[in-house]
């Protein structure tokens, strides 16, 4: 059985999208899809995170998005490290 993908939120704000399928639960966030449509599947690698460069987790467009390792990603948010650019 499939039920029909939702629209969630995270008590953070964040948003995304979820679908359960013959017993998968898959989730994917707004912010990931919408970087990918920007920019193509290939300039978003797998263990990268994509950042708000504003800090409003619903605020979900092109111009906020910015693909960031994730060491680098804890680091900005942990000590206000500045963000270096997707590869």
Request: charged share 20%; glycine share 6%; with cysteine.
């Amino acid at each position: 059985m499939t039920d029909v993908p939702s629209l969630c939120h995270t008590g953070e704000g964040y948003e995304y999208v979820r679908c359960r399928a013959n017993g998968a639960d898959d989730t994917v966030y707004i912010h990931r899809l919408l970087y990918v449509a920007e920019h193509g599947l290939d300039e978003l690698p797998a263990e990268y995170e994509v950042h708000h460069r504003q800090s409003i987790p619903w605020l979900n467009v092109p111009g906020n998005l910015v693909a960031v390792e994730p060491e680098a990603h804890s680091r900005h948010h942990l000590h206000d490290d500045s963000l270096a650019s997707s590869p």
